[in-house]
């Protein structure tokens, strides 16, 4: 199993509500990532977890908030978003745990967000 | 620090045509190097990767690319592209050190004409 699901595949919410977006994986990976896209842009990066420990956090507004509840779940909770803050929400993961493997990610679908 | 630039934000072909899509790095260190396409309302998918060895990797769809040291770039080539070649394509780079910081160029959307 080579694949990452995200759901939902699309989330319109208003700027008080709360959300929450959900990545899995089963194909035993240490490192999960939550990267942003905008149109015709590349994909930024967000946050890394690496062994479910917060390992990178590139200076995200606190009203995203990442989860790993274990090694195949990663959330991110979303509160108080801004209208600029609509883009395609990407997961990915890497690298199996015995550190064999060759270091791409893997990236699900996304999750194409809306706030109004 | 990496920094990919990808020159040409847009590469239109007839189908049957070769194209090539070009991709040049920089870096103070050691680096992998990938190919991503991403298919509209679609995520990335690998095309295909540098990590040792052989310079030129090719992918199974007809892709190859050039691993070039002295130049520093990765440029991407298929012979005869095809109608379903239509996609963003994305270099991108990570230190060999410190594989999660993934850095990607700003893309080239190639559209294949009949």
């Known amino acids: 199993d080579t694949e990452v699901t995200q759901t939902p595949k699309h989330l319109v919410m208003g700027m008080t509500n709360k959300k929450s977006l959900k990545c899995e994986q089963h194909m035993g990976h240490r490192a999960m990532y939550w990267y942003k896209q905008k149109a015709k842009k590349p994909p930024e990066l967000m946050f890394v977890?690496?062994?479910?420990?917060?390992?990178i956090n590139e200076s995200v507004p606190s009203r995203f908030s990442p989860e790993c509840p274990n090694s195949s779940l990663l959330n991110l909770h979303l509160h108080a978003l801004q209208p600029e803050d609509s883009a395609l929400y990407l997961c990915?993961?890497?690298?199996?745990?015995?550190?064999?493997?060759?270091?791409?990610?893997?990236f699900g679908p996304g999750t194409r967000l809306t706030v109004t | 620090a990496q920094s990919v630039t990808q020159l040409d934000s847009q590469v239109p072909v007839f189908e049957e045509a070769p194209v090539e899509l070009r991709c040049n790095y920089s870096s103070s260190v050691s680096v992998y190097l990938f190919w991503y396409v991403q298919y509209p309302n679609q995520g990335l998918q690998l095309l295909l990767k540098y990590l040792s060895g052989s310079t030129l990797v090719e992918s199974i769809n007809g892709f190859e690319a050039e691993f070039n040291k002295s130049q520093t770039s990765f440029h991407l080539r298929k012979p005869s592209v095809h109608i379903s070649d239509t996609a963003e394509y994305f270099c991108a780079v990570s230190d060999q050190e410190d594989t999660d910081k993934l850095i990607f160029g700003t893309g080239t959307r190639l559209q294949v004409f009949p």
């Open positions: 990915a993961s890497s690298q199996d745990r015995s550190g064999t493997s060759s270091y791409e990610q893997y």
């Open positions: 977890y690496s062994y479910e420990k917060l390992s």
